[in-house]
């Protein structure tokens, strides 16, 4: 991460870093809830890449620095999951974000508890994306992860490893990971996967379990050559 993001006072999302233009509820955060002052250093984004470094002036942000492009992973992570209900699949979403996968896809597995589609599959992938976004603003990412679902487990189980028990350790060339439902991943589920991942000796929740993936995965991208 590069040091002015870093010591950036905050790190927030607007249209366009080559005219930034702080959008109302981010005015409101950095003066009524962080109590920044004018002057202070705030890095922005459009959560695709391009960021610069800015300091607070009166209801705006002046920029200060010339605008900064990180380019895309070679091999974005991505983490499939069958989402949990209610307020577990919100945490996975930030936490997963967090941590720095590149895509999160929504999956209908056979066991699935929570089902969505038409409108009610809009609904929580919009509320999702919110979520990324203020995760990303948080951790000081410049992209904010691609938000996809749901889909049908069984169109991505044949290129997509699985996390199941008794798999074998990730590995560096292992890019995306498939994390089942509370009731596991049922026998057509489990004999369609190209392959089996390990996260660990214990039964863990489906949120927990993506975000253990989503930190090897991110470990491990770190130290490839």
Same mark, same amino acid.
């Given at each position: ?13 607007? /249209? ?8 109302? $509820? ?11 002052? %004018? ?6 984004? /459009? ?19 010339? =605008?900064? *492009?990180? $380019?895309?992973?070679?091999? $974005? ?9 209610? /307020? ?13 996968? /590149? ?16 409108? &009610? ?26 938000? %996809? ?12 490893? =699985? ?10 060339? %292992?890019?995306? *990971? #498939? ?12 004999? #369609?996967?190209?392959?089996? @991942?390990?996260?660990?000796?214990? *039964? ?11 930190? &090897?995965?991110?470990?491990?991208? @770190? @130290?490839?050559?």
């Amino acid at each position: 991460m590069d040091d002015a993001l870093r010591r950036s006072a905050a790190h927030v999302l607007v /249209d366009d870093v080559a005219a930034p233009v702080l959008s109302d $509820p981010a005015r409101h955060h950095l003066r009524r809830v962080l109590r920044l002052r %004018d002057g202070e250093a705030v890095t922005v984004t /459009d959560g695709a890449g391009r960021w610069r470094s800015c300091r607070l002036s009166g209801d705006g942000i002046a920029p200060e620095d010339d =605008i900064v *492009v990180e $380019p895309p992973n070679v091999e $974005p992570l991505t983490i499939y999951v069958a989402m949990p209900k209610g /307020d577990r699949a919100d945490w996975l979403v930030q936490k997963c974000t967090e941590v720095g996968v /590149d895509r999160i896809v929504a999956v209908i597995a056979e066991r699935s508890v929570a089902r969505w589609s038409g409108d &009610r599959a809009a609904r929580p992938v919009s509320r999702w994306r919110r979520i990324a976004e203020e995760a990303a603003m948080q951790a000081r990412r410049v992209r904010v992860p691609e938000l %996809d679902g749901p889909v049908a487990a069984t169109t991505v189980l044949g290129a997509t490893a =699985i996390a199941e028990p008794g798999g074998r350790e990730l590995e560096p060339r %292992d890019s995306a *990971v #498939a994390i089942g439902p509370e009731g596991g991943w049922s026998p057509g589920e489990l004999a #369609a996967a190209s392959d089996q @991942v390990s996260l660990g000796p214990y *039964v863990l929740r489906v949120e927990t379990a993506a975000v253990v993936a989503a930190a &090897r995965m991110v470990a491990l991208r @770190v @130290v490839r050559p």
